[in-house]
């Protein structure tokens, strides 16, 4: 019951940045009580955890393979999360997804029943 739309996808050198956002609208709940995650999927692989944050966004979760170079927040003024990503590399390459659930922050997609459209993030060596 949430609406979620991603921009700021493209193509990138690896070594260079992007920092995505996620708008929402929609909501049956305000935004700041949603948790929020950030998921990829390259061709071939299955959907796979980038980087969670609780509704606060007082707790973030990543997964192993961008630890130390993405980083999750939120803004619930403007009911935005955003995903920046340092460092990049070619097998960053994938769709990424924004997904948001009711509740605390969580790491697999069968606990997120919202989803955004995806967008395209394309980086070349």
């Known amino acids: 019951q949430v609406q979620l739309v991603e921009s700021g996808g493209g193509l990138v050198q690896a070594g260079g940045s992007l920092r995505l956002s996620c708008a929402a609208s929609g909501r049956t709940f305000p935004f700041s009580v949603y948790a929020m995650a950030w998921f990829r999927q390259a061709p071939g692989k299955e959907r796979e955890l980038v980087g969670a944050i609780s509704s606060s966004g007082g707790s973030t979760l990543y997964g192993n393979p961008v630890k130390g170079r993405f980083t999750i927040s939120r803004d619930n003024a403007k009911n935005t999360v955003y995903l920046q990503m340092n460092s990049l590399k070619p097998e960053d390459m994938a769709v990424y997804y924004c997904?948001?659930?009711?509740?605390?922050?969580?790491?697999?997609?069968?606990?997120?029943?919202?989803w955004g459209q995806g967008t395209q993030v394309t980086v070349s060596s």
């Open positions: 997904a948001a659930r009711l509740s605390g922050l969580a790491t697999t997609v069968g606990d997120f029943n919202s």
